[in-house]
């Protein structure tokens, strides 16, 4: 069974085999785990989950205290959407590619309403130097998805990016029947509270699933051992090693990202983008 939405303490899940099949609601047991949406599990003969089976991932964002918070397990790929206007944040950007190499999550990036002029600047410019697959879209009619449409034909997806990108725009371009979908999930789970902020899992026309992250929110990392946020950096495995061991590649002397970032090895957006980044695993670490 796969978990279409979880809301607290019960949820709504679909066979894997036939994920159009109208939702069943479960219960889950709380010696099982709480599931996220995206999850395998296995639900016993009353109906709750007794099991989570093992995940390939976990996206999820940072809260104002800096602790995790997840939101969707097993994604396949972020589709990090950005567009000429408004105008883009660089570290959102570098935030977002970050957290789903950490989780060994493919990030793909959407240009959304390409028929405006692409601006000349970060993070546009960016991209050029990171190794991530793009699509130009325009969403609004007569709609242009650049392909996307049979790049997400399995696996699942999130659609990421910060309020006015068109991110509705695309999901409905995507799934022509959203809001019915949305209109049948919502009459099952009733009107309780989490039932307009959890993350909903929705199938695809040609196969896949699309997760609908309902509401506005900015996102940001959490606090995490300085390892940790490396992983979100692959490119720093071309760079030499480094003379100390737990080198912060910051101002450490041998350092040999910095150097690899000097001679071009390490594209210089990345390298900027993770000296802001330990800068703000620095702030969360002394805010407590």
């Known amino acids: 069974m796969r978990i279409v939405t979880a809301l607290g303490n019960h949820g709504l899940g679909v066979p894997d085999e036939d994920p159009t099949a109208t939702p069943t609601e479960l219960h889950f047991r709380r010696r099982a785990g709480r599931p996220l949406a995206g999850d395998?599990?296995?639900?016993?003969?009353?109906?709750?989950?007794?099991?989570?089976?093992?995940?390939?991932?976990?996206?999820?964002?940072?809260?104002?205290?800096?602790a995790f918070q997840p939101i969707a397990a097993n994604l396949d790929t972020l589709l990090v959407?950005?567009?000429?206007?408004?105008?883009?944040?660089?570290?959102?950007?570098h935030r977002y590619l970050a957290a789903a190499w950490m989780q060994r999550i493919d990030p793909v990036v959407v240009i959304n309403k390409c028929?405006?002029?692409v601006p000349g600047a970060p993070p546009f410019t960016d991209l050029a130097d990171?190794?991530?697959?793009?699509?130009?879209?325009r969403a609004e009619p007569p709609a242009d998805?650049?392909?996307?449409?049979?790049?997400?034909?399995?696996?699942?997806?999130?659609?990421?990016?910060?309020s006015g990108v068109g991110k509705s725009s695309l999901a409905n371009a995507l799934l022509p029947d959203l809001g019915l979908q949305t209109g049948g999930l919502s009459h099952s789970t009733g009107k309780g509270?989490?039932?307009?902020?959890?993350a909903r899992l929705h199938p695809l026309p040609g196969g896949g699933w699309l997760v609908d992250t309902p509401g506005v929110w900015e996102y940001g990392l959490w606090k995490m051992p300085v390892d940790e946020l490396e992983r979100g950096f692959p490119e720093f495995a071309d760079a030499p090693d480094c003379r100390f061991r737990n080198c912060t590649h910051d101002h450490e002397p041998g350092c040999g990202v910095r150097s690899a970032a000097d001679d071009?090895?390490?594209?210089?957006?990345?390298y900027r983008a993770w000296l802001r980044l330990l800068d703000e695993q620095r702030r969360l670490a002394a805010d407590g």
Do not use: K, N
Not at 130 to 137: G, N, P, Q, S, W
Not at 145 to 162: F, W
Not at 193 to 198: F, L, N
């Open 40 to 66: 395998r599990v296995e639900v016993d003969g009353d109906g709750a989950v007794s099991a989570i089976l093992p995940r390939s991932s976990v996206f999820g964002r940072g809260t104002a205290r800096g």
């Open 81 to 93: 959407v950005i567009a000429p206007e408004p105008a883009p944040s660089e570290d959102l950007l």
């Open 115 to 117: 028929d405006l002029p």
């Open 130 to 137: 990171l190794d991530v697959e793009v699509h130009r879209t």
């Open 145 to 162: 998805l650049d392909g996307l449409r049979a790049r997400l034909s399995e696996g699942i997806h999130l659609l990421a990016g910060q």
């Open 193 to 198: 509270r989490h039932t307009t902020t959890a």
């Open 264 to 270: 071009g090895v390490v594209p210089p957006c990345r």
